[in-house]
């Protein structure tokens, strides 16, 4: 059984650019998360998506947008970069929506 | 408001017990997490505990829940250099299904 991977590993942008970060759920789950970590911080919750639905969304700015696919995949955009937007990136996926969270990787940011 | 505590740094001798403290302030929350991230690394489920229990134990780790004082611990037995990471308390929110999570605790074992 694969688990939640990510894609690209690292990135680096410059300020006002554009970005897309990729998650793979885990087989057989419906639920993805996504958090960004700052350095020597905890991940914070940008928002959730159950069944290719927004399901909740924490303190982050309309620049930061998503998407769910059929197949339960997911894409995280950021528009307009900014240099405290520099963190990981963490996608996390669950069997429903109020689950257990599983984590993939992460995608490092910098954003120059 | 929701807030997840965590003391940042513990060190501890290769073999002995390392105790990790965390306190929560939704009394609602169903859920409480404990995960492990290894430097450069995304996080590892270790495990979690229901509400309504107060203890739980997995092979070398013991987690307790006071739910009074809103209170969560980890404690890992016989602990060893590949327990060296940062240790994350989450708390599940009604809210969509949000974790809320502690800044984490750095755990370094020493020899």
């Known amino acids: 059984e694969t688990g939640v991977t990510q894609s690209p590993t690292h990135l680096i942008k410059t300020r006002g650019q554009q970005v897309t970060l990729r998650c793979s759920s885990q087989s057989g789950h419906n639920t993805v998360s996504w958090y960004q970590q700052a350095l020597g911080q905890g991940p914070q919750f940008i928002f959730q998506y159950y069944r290719e639905e927004e399901n909740g969304r924490g303190n982050f700015p309309p620049r930061f947008s998503g998407l769910q696919f059929p197949n339960y995949s997911s894409e995280l955009n950021v528009n307009a970069l900014e240099l405290d937007d520099s963190a990981l990136y963490l996608c996390a996926s669950s069997l429903d929506h109020s689950e257990t969270q599983y984590f993939g990787p992460g995608t490092r940011l910098l954003v120059l | 408001g929701e807030d997840v505590e965590q003391s940042l740094f513990l060190s501890v001798r290769e073999g002995d017990s390392s105790v990790i403290n965390c306190t929560y302030t939704d009394s609602s929350s169903t859920y409480l997490y404990w995960y492990k991230q290894e430097p450069g690394a995304g996080l590892q489920l270790l495990t979690y505990i229901f509400s309504n229990m107060d203890m739980k134990q997995d092979q070398r780790l013991t987690v307790l829940l006071n739910k009074k004082d809103k209170h969560l611990s980890l404690r890992i037995a016989d602990t060893q250099t590949g327990d060296s990471a940062i240790y994350f308390c989450?708390?599940?929110?009604?809210?969509?299904?949000?974790?809320?999570f502690g800044q984490g605790t750095e755990l370094s074992v020493k020899p």
């Open positions: 989450a708390e599940n929110s009604n809210q969509g299904g949000k974790l809320i």
